[in-house]
């Protein structure tokens, strides 16, 4: 009887040992996909990088490295486009869309997130669904609203000025959004325990939610940060002359006048694309916590 019972087992152990190579040949072709995902991706970049450091002829012949790496690329591209000047603005625009982004998201957000009012989720609905509006959609009528065709705005009108570069996006509903949720989740009784010390609202913003709240609010920054240096079709909507244009269109601009010289558009490729990849790796860890942190608390 025992060793008929002892049958079954070189059985199980079969079982298992299929069951173990099905998961390491899944892995396998996960992990293949991915790699080949992640060339397919990295490839243009990487392209973009080799291509900025070759010589005229070497981009011509479509070589995959340069023989001899030419950073005076970078200065040449930087003279010729006159990148001095459309950097700066960039800095400028991004800086005061930040700004206003983040008092605009930080106070909706709290104020969805924490306070009781009528009406909250009818308004909060109201926020998500712009969302769903395409931003071509919205280009006529914002530039007649800049324009002053709606509505009477100081001057007369705001094209060619700085406030019609950042006005317009101090606030976004993805952001609120993203806030809210954050906020939506810290624990009653620290509100309790603020307001048992004569905190009021502000206070308990700025002391306590603010604090911990860095993860989300460097995810807003980042997200803020790329969509406002990367911003292209309404700077060059709305500006007709080189006072406010960023570097996304001097960028454009450069690629109209320089013509063939490759090497020389990657390089202002490379150039505008920096700012980004410092943000980005400076805050990579704040980005994932945020994103990772961030629930979808109703």
Same mark, same amino acid.
């Given at each position: 009887?025992?060793?008929?019972?002892?049958?079954?087992?070189?059985?199980?152990?079969?079982?298992?040992?299929?069951?173990?190579?099905?998961?390491?040949?899944?892995? /396998?072709?996960?992990?293949?996909?991915?790699?080949?995902?992640?060339?397919?991706?990295?490839? !243009?970049?990487?392209?973009?990088?080799?291509?900025?450091?070759?010589?005229?002829?070497?981009? /011509?012949?479509?070589? *995959?490295? !340069?023989?001899? !790496?030419?950073?005076?690329?970078?200065?040449?591209?930087?003279?010729?486009?006159?990148?001095?000047?459309?950097?700066?603005?960039?800095?400028?625009?991004?800086?005061?869309?930040?700004?206003? *982004?983040?008092?605009?998201?930080?106070? +909706?957000?709290?104020?969805?997130?924490?306070?009781?009012?009528?009406?909250?989720?009818?308004?909060?609905?109201?926020?998500?669904?712009?969302?769903?509006?395409?931003?071509?959609?919205?280009? /006529?009528?914002?530039?007649?609203?800049?324009?002053?065709?709606?509505?009477?705005?100081?001057?007369?009108?705001?094209?060619?000025?700085?406030?019609?570069?950042?006005?317009?996006?101090?606030?976004? +509903?993805?952001? /609120?959004?993203?806030?809210?949720?954050?906020?939506?989740?810290?624990?009653?009784?620290?509100?309790?325990?603020?307001?048992?010390?004569?905190?009021?609202?502000?206070?308990?913003?700025?002391?306590?939610?603010?604090?911990?709240?860095?993860?989300?609010?460097?995810?807003?920054?980042?997200?803020?940060?790329?969509?406002?240096?990367?911003?292209?079709?309404?700077?060059?909507?709305?500006?007709?002359?080189?006072?406010?244009?960023?570097?996304?269109?001097?960028?454009?601009?450069?690629?109209?006048?320089?013509?063939?010289?490759?090497?020389?558009?990657?390089?202002?490729?490379?150039?505008? *694309?920096?700012?980004?990849?410092?943000?980005?790796?400076?805050?990579?860890?704040?980005?994932?916590?945020?994103?990772?942190?961030?629930?979808?608390?109703?």
């Amino acid at each position: 009887m025992d060793s008929v019972a002892a049958k079954p087992q070189p059985v199980v152990t079969i079982t298992r040992a299929k069951r173990s190579r099905f998961y390491w040949l899944g892995r /396998i072709l996960t992990y293949a996909i991915l790699i080949f995902g992640a060339i397919i991706f990295i490839f !243009p970049f990487l392209w973009m990088i080799s291509s900025s450091l070759m010589t005229l002829g070497e981009t /011509i012949t479509r070589q *995959l490295l !340069p023989k001899v !790496p030419q950073w005076i690329n970078y200065v040449d591209a930087w003279n010729q486009a006159k990148f001095s000047k459309y950097f700066m603005n960039s800095v400028f625009i991004t800086l005061g869309t930040l700004a206003g *982004l983040l008092i605009t998201s930080i106070l +909706a957000g709290y104020a969805f997130g924490r306070i009781d009012f009528k009406g909250k989720n009818i308004v909060f609905g109201l926020f998500l669904a712009t969302m769903m509006i395409p931003e071509s959609v919205t280009l /006529i009528p914002n530039y007649l609203l800049i324009r002053g065709s709606i509505i009477p705005i100081p001057g007369g009108t705001w094209l060619n000025k700085y406030w019609s570069l950042t006005i317009p996006f101090i606030a976004n +509903a993805f952001s /609120i959004f993203l806030l809210r949720q954050f906020f939506a989740q810290i624990p009653k009784e620290l509100w309790d325990a603020a307001r048992i010390d004569g905190a009021d609202h502000l206070r308990f913003l700025i002391q306590v939610v603010l604090p911990i709240s860095k993860a989300p609010i460097m995810t807003v920054l980042l997200f803020g940060f790329t969509g406002s240096w990367n911003a292209f079709q309404w700077p060059l909507l709305v500006t007709t002359n080189d006072t406010w244009r960023p570097i996304m269109v001097g960028l454009w601009s450069f690629v109209n006048e320089a013509g063939p010289q490759t090497h020389l558009l990657m390089a202002g490729a490379v150039i505008s *694309l920096i700012p980004i990849l410092i943000i980005y790796f400076l805050t990579q860890k704040q980005f994932t916590q945020g994103i990772a942190t961030t629930g979808l608390k109703g």
